[in-house]
């Protein structure tokens, strides 16, 4: 066979490839220091994001944050469905699976105020029936997520403007979510107080 023969079979070759695999070239993550693959098979190399559209400056309807050991924390709303969480290890190795913090089929407000303190991530998000047209929250959570990050508290408070500013003491292991002269503690040792 000559070569104009071998690259026209080769090419034929790699269009059935691309093809089969639903029209887009085949990708695998790239290598790490010791020439391995960096992220493991079914782990996202990207967080998700959320799937309410947003055709204003930057994007309110998704969040991140990294802690102080490398790692990475992210949220998304899901229109229906509620608040998001997603986390890379320091040495990255992808983001886990999407996990629900808090779960409501109620409008998404615009902002997630996500947060970190040490090894303590805080996240302030609101859902209402109308928030796209301009009315106020009727659902407002405070979450708190400590450690391996796979589980999360939170605390939901009804009609109410939404947590306008986070605080830590004692290392992060002590949190205030505020809003004018309304506080919400939460505590390592005894979760959520008011």
Same mark, same amino acid.
């Given at each position: 066979m000559?070569?104009?023969k071998s690259r026209v079979l080769a090419?034929?070759?790699?269009?059935?490839?691309?093809?089969?695999?639903?029209?887009?070239?085949?990708? +695998?993550?790239?290598? +790490?220091? +010791?020439?391995t693959t960096a992220t493991p098979k079914g782990i996202p190399d990207e967080p998700r994001k959320s799937d309410i559209p947003w055709n204003g400056e930057g994007d309110p309807y998704n969040a991140m944050v990294t802690l102080d050991d490398g790692r990475r924390v992210a949220m998304h709303y899901r229109r229906g469905k509620g608040l998001y969480e997603q986390h890379s290890g320091p040495e990255g190795g992808g983001w886990t699976r999407p996990r629900l913090v808090y779960g409501t089929k109620t409008e998404a407000c615009q902002g997630i105020l996500l947060r970190a303190f040490g090894a303590t991530v805080t996240a302030v998000a609101d859902f209402g029936l109308y928030c796209s047209?301009?009315?106020?929250?009727?659902?407002?959570?405070?979450?708190?997520?400590?450690g391996s990050l796979r589980t999360w508290?939170?605390?939901? @408070?009804?009609?109410?403007?939404g947590w306008e500013r986070?605080?830590?003491?004692?290392?992060? @292991?002590?949190?205030?979510?505020?809003?004018?002269? +309304?506080?919400?503690r939460w505590s390592r040792a005894g979760g959520f107080s008011r």
């Open positions: 000559g070569m104009r090419g034929v070759v790699l269009f059935m490839t691309v093809a089969g695999c639903g029209g887009q070239a085949p990708t +695998s993550a790239a290598p +790490s220091a +010791s020439g047209d301009g009315e106020p929250p009727t659902e407002s959570v405070a979450a708190v997520g400590v508290d939170h605390h939901l @408070t009804r009609n109410f403007d986070v605080s830590a003491g004692d290392g992060g @292991t002590e949190i205030t979510f505020r809003r004018g002269s +309304s506080t919400l």
